[in-house]
């Protein structure tokens, strides 16, 4: 990855929603001009929800989702729409498309989606066939009418995307008001088995191109280089990033003056609601031998030795709690719907994922009473630093 490319979480998730051969795929293909959704006129051509990053001029970078249709039968058919509603968590925006009148399937989306908080469009499809009915009272809101097939409407929709964007969505900078243009941060980096030879991990090359963005000055070392770095500079660093795992010992060494933070802090205040996580820090106090700890994981790397999130964060845990401590792993967009049984949830940073996605995970664990934290505040939590770290 190039420090110009726009990773799939930092793009608009745009989810089209529809019964089954309602022209989703087919406006796909019409708003980015090319053939990257597979259509068909046989109902339930897409299957599992279908994930394309491209360029949507004058949007900007965008991940499209195309969803099977909220309309199909069979068991079978039901996985699909368990699949299709399981995109509502990510997506930030929505297309409701329309072929013909509304029916009943359509009405209870429409409510969804008001009642997700998703910013949505009606779009009519297959306009060229002719002008569509008026809607039904009991729909609310405008519909536009557009034809994959004649381009018709096409323009005004890309115009009408722009327009419901969510105003959250143009996240301030990776790190915030702790750094400006002209400061020197430096970034602490250790190149270990979790980082692949040759390359930076994707939370690095996010906040050196932020700081770049902003002006700044980065200067880069290992956690063996620290104090050749720190020397090596004419007056302290404004700021100090570092690998979470490196928190102690990086907290010992860094100059009163300089502010400290992790990449993983960075990322859950700017994928989340850090407050929140800060407070769920405060249920490490209450752990014991009995308890039960959800490790939720953006990525599905396989595990390596030393992994943070399947090894050395349930070692700090345990030797605070006893070696009886229940630790459950989950990775990728696997996780559980009941969170009761839990006693904390300690998320990675969330790299991989958007910001909705974050925060739909941190509502339903407000919603089931549950605290969540994250990798990088609850390792500051458990090494005794968390007062010193900045956000």
């Known amino acids: 990855m190039s420090l110009m490319d726009t990773p799939k979480a930092n793009r608009l998730h745009i989810a089209l929603y529809g019964r089954r051969n309602a022209g989703k795929s087919s406006l796909i293909n019409a708003l980015t001009g090319q053939e990257i959704a597979l259509v068909s006129d046989v109902a339930g051509t897409t ?226 609601e850090i407050g929140d996580f800060v407070r769920g820090a405060a249920a490490i106090d209450r752990l014991t031998e009995g308890s039960r700890v959800l490790i939720a994981e953006a990525c599905t790397h396989a595990p390596l030795t030393e992994d943070i999130g399947r090894e050395k964060i349930p070692a700090l845990l345990r030797k605070r709690t006893g070696p009886g401590l229940r630790v459950d792993v989950t990775a990728g967009r696997d996780f559980p719907r009941d969170l009761t049984g839990y006693d904390l949830i300690i998320h990675c940073g969330g790299c991989m994922f958007n910001r909705r996605y974050i925060l739909s995970r941190q509502a339903e664990a407000a919603a089931q009473g549950v605290p969540m934290t994250n990798y990088g505040i609850a390792i500051a939590k458990l090494t005794g630093i968390l007062p010193q770290v900045a956000w």
């Open 47 to 272: 299957a599992d929800p279908v994930e394309k990053a491209m360029e949507l001029h004058p949007v900007g970078p965008v991940l499209f989702i195309d969803t099977a249709g909220y309309d199909d039968e069979g068991p079978l058919g039901a996985l699909r729409v368990a699949a299709t509603e399981g995109t509502l968590d990510r997506a930030d925006i929505a297309l409701l498309v329309l072929a013909g009148q509304p029916e009943a399937a359509d009405l209870r989306w429409a409510r969804r989606l008001r009642q997700r908080g998703i910013p949505f469009l009606t779009v009519r499809s297959k306009a060229d066939l002719g002008p569509a009915a008026p809607l039904p009272p009991e729909w609310e809101g405008e519909a536009l009418s557009v034809s994959a097939a004649t381009g018709e409407g096409i323009e005004s929709l890309r115009r009408a995307i722009c327009r419901i964007i969510p105003e959250e969505f143009d996240q301030p900078s990776l790190t915030g008001g702790l750094c400006a243009a002209g400061d020197t941060v430096l970034l602490v980096m250790p190149q270990d088995i979790q980082a692949p030879k040759g390359r930076l991990i994707l939370p690095q090359v996010q906040t050196l191109r932020d700081l770049l963005d902003k002006g700044c000055i980065p200067v880069c070392c290992t956690a063996g280089g620290l104090d050749a770095a720190l020397n090596a500079l004419t007056a302290p660093p404004k700021l100090i990033i570092t690998d979470s795992q490196c928190f102690p010992l990086v907290a010992e060494k860094k100059p009163a003056e300089s502010l400290l933070t992790s990449f993983s802090v960075l990322m859950a205040a700017y994928k989340g």
